[in-house]
Nanobody
Framework: QVQLAESGGGLVEAGTSLKLSCAAS????????MAWFRQAPGKEREGIVA????????FLLDSVKGRFNIFKDNAKNSIYLQMDNLRPEDTATYFC???????????????WGQGTQVTVSS
């Protein structure tokens, strides 16, 4: 069964950095695009970054451009979310997701991770 496992969340101060990791099963990792979503309390889940299956294309939400980036490590079957200059409004549960890029770009996925909490204090 395909699984995704996130790690790296925590409590940090505004202006600092954090790197999230997502370890994936081999089949979904090599054949599908992957993405990070987040959901803040009382808000809908939103997609923030996505990367194509071959890693050649990246898509970022405007609010995180210049601060967040997504990386793919094929050798480790993992993707990473590098978050810099964090803001209190970045506080949310962050989810890793996998599936066809067209589905991810509309907020859907074939596989979801369980999420990792990121809290940014002011």
């Amino acid at each position: 069964q395909v699984q995704l496992a996130e790690s790296g969340g925590g409590l940090v101060e505004a202006g600092t950095s954090l790197k999230l990791s997502c370890a994936a099963s081999g089949r979904i990792f090599t054949s599908g695009a992957m993405a990070w979503f987040r959901q803040a309390p009382g808000k809908e889940r939103e997609g923030i970054v996505a990367i194509s299956a071959n890693g050649g294309r990246k898509f970022l939400l405007d609010s995180v451009k210049g601060r967040f980036n997504i990386f793919k490590d094929n050798a480790k079957n993992s993707i990473y979310l590098q978050m810099d200059n964090l803001r209190p409004e970045d506080t949310a549960t962050y989810f890793c997701a996998a599936g066809p890029l067209s589905r991810l770009m509309t907020g859907r996925a074939d596989v979801w991770g369980q999420g990792t909490q990121v809290t940014v204090s002011s």
